[in-house]
């Protein structure tokens, strides 16, 4: 069974139709007036062994952002945010 | 191989987390060269069980930056007399590594490739579709009707090695000078006191170090973590699968650049497949069905006699990956405690280069040239070193 994604648009898909863009960084994604902040923000990584929040972009469906909460142990998601 | 069984001692000159290949190198060099045995290298399950025991074992030398291709350069070069300075047999091969193009862009990239190498020293020649199929007849010249193959940066030297050997090897030679190879004790805190590291808590108890080196591959997130640091780094898994013995027909390893994935042949006879990461970061090793589909079908292009294979065992291995797909190596920001990470899907090669310098940077306090570029605040000074279609899968 492939990783399945819930979307909220298209329903649960398979991750092929979809593009990870890694952890959803503190604060989001937005740049600020702080450049070690925005350092932290691009380079830096949590990386974290347990639940991670992510964001997928639904290329081949919707064409949205779906954002989950994903365990990285063992890959069941467990919400969508 | 008998490994050190029974009790710790209390202190250590030098303790290393991980019993990978890259932790391993570094107690045998800290003891070879620098004369420091009162060493212990620290694994919680066995030796090699990390990526170092699930790795396709592609050696070579053919990378794009100048300071990557020196630090290869050197690791190519120490395992080229790897199994007599250890006594160890690794069944080294030497087999002609092939980077196909099978688009424009991609026969540019090899081009291009092929001139830096030479450049800078490496065997690396270009070769248009004629000569691949001269040198490489089991390739399906028409990518399975579907992408054509153009032409190839070729690499003569690009060799395989059995991997366990090389952590077996290490370790064996290690022991032999004095350093401890203890299983089964796992690292679960840092003991840090006013900036510095000067041990580490076990689940069987706290060791105190003069210095303390991280080499647990794709779980080095977890020790930063210990110590407060963050890290560009986000762990993947990487899976490979092997098909059943088969003739020995394929002498050379060859890799795509557009399709992603590269094929060898082992001893054993088992045709062995790799390709990319998985598209998500994970630090689950359960492999999976769409890896393999998708792998097999595009291997099946290059080589249609696999189709008749059946698959033997296919795993899953964690990779450390950095933003640039070059090594994170070096001093930490916490004083006496060192990192060797950064090693994603093409570290294997590097074992014995960054064992070496890693030992030399802790026994003489001075970074080395070669690790110098690696520095784990690279980033911060906008030092990238930019290596992702080099490294990509192997
Ligand atoms: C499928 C696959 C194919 C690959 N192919 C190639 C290739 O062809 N060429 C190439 O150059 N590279 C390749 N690589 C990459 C290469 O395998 C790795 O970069 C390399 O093995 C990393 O070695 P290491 O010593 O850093 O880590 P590892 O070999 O993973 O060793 C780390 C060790 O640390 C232990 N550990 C972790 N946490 C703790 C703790 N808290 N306490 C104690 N011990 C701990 C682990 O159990 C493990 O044994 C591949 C990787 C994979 C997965
Ligand atoms: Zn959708």
Redesign the interface.
């Known amino acids: 069974?492939?990783?399945l994604i819930p979307c909220p648009t298209c329903g649960v898909r398979?991750?092929?139709e979809f593009?990870?863009s890694?952890?959803l960084p503190d604060g989001g994604h937005g740049g600020s007036d702080d450049a070690e902040a925005d350092?932290?923000r691009v380079?830096?990584?949590?990386?974290?062994?347990g639940l991670?929040t992510?964001r997928w972009f639904h290329h081949a469906g919707c064409r949205r952002w779906v954002t989950v909460r994903?365990d990285?142990?063992?890959?069941v998601i467990d919400a969508q945010l | 191989m008998k490994l050190t069984r029974g009790d710790f001692r209390p202190s250590y000159d030098v303790v290393i987390i991980g019993g990978g290949g890259h932790g391993m190198a570094t107690a045998y060099y800290l003891a070879k060269r620098f004369g420091i045995t009162n060493v212990a290298v620290l694994e919680r399950s066995y030796i090699g069980s990390g990526g170092t025991g699930r790795n396709t074992t592609v050696l070579r030398a053919n990378y794009k930056t100048p300071e990557t291709i020196r630090f290869y350069q050197e690791s190519f070069q120490l395992y080229a007399t790897l199994q007599e300075e250890l006594d160890y047999h690794m069944l080294r091969s030497e087999r002609g590594l092939f980077w196909l193009a099978h688009s424009e862009p991609q026969l540019r990239n090899q081009r291009e490739r092929a001139l830096q190498n030479q450049h800078f020293g490496v065997n690396t020649v270009y070769l248009d579709a004629r000569q691949v199929h001269e040198v490489c007849p089991q390739i399906d010249m028409t990518g399975g009707g579907k992408r054509p193959v153009l032409g190839a940066a070729y690499h003569p030297p690009g060799s395989i090695i059995r991997h366990d050997a090389v952590v077996w090897g290490y370790a064996g030679a290690a022991q032999r000078l004095g350093v401890q190879v203890l299983e089964g004790i796992e690292v679960t805190g840092l003991t840090i006191q006013g900036g510095k590291c000067v041990g580490v808590v076990t689940d069987r108890g706290p060791i105190a170090a003069g210095a303390v080196l991280s080499a647990v591959g794709g779980y080095v997130t977890n020790i930063a973590d210990m110590a407060g640091i963050r890290l560009p780094i986000v762990s993947h898994p990487l899976q490979a699968f092997v098909t059943e013995s088969y003739l020995p027909v394929l002498d050379h390893i060859v890799a795509s650049a557009d399709l992603h994935i590269y094929v060898s042949q082992s001893a054993r006879g088992e045709v062995l497949i790799g390709a990319e990461i998985d598209p998500y970061s994970s630090y689950s090793t359960r492999s999976t069905f769409p890896f393999l589909a998708s792998a097999a079908a595009r291997a099946i292009d290059l080589f249609p006699f696999v189709a008749k294979l059946r698959v033997l065992r296919q795993w899953t291995g964690i990779c450390d990956m950095t933003p640039d797909y070059s090594p994170l190596i070096g001093r930490s920001e916490v004083d006496r405690l060192f990192i060797s990470s950064g090693w994603g899907t093409w570290g294997f090669k590097a074992i014995p280069v960054s064992g070496l310098r890693m030992a030399e940077l802790i026994a003489t306090g001075t970074v080395p040239p070669v690790l110098a570029p690696f520095a784990l605040d690279r980033f911060r000074r906008d030092r990238a070193v930019p290596e992702r279609a080099s490294a990509g899968t192997h």
């Open positions: 069974m492939p990783l398979p991750y092929g593009w990870c890694g952890e350092f932290e380079w830096l990584k949590r990386n974290v062994a991670q992510e994903r990285t142990l063992t890959n």
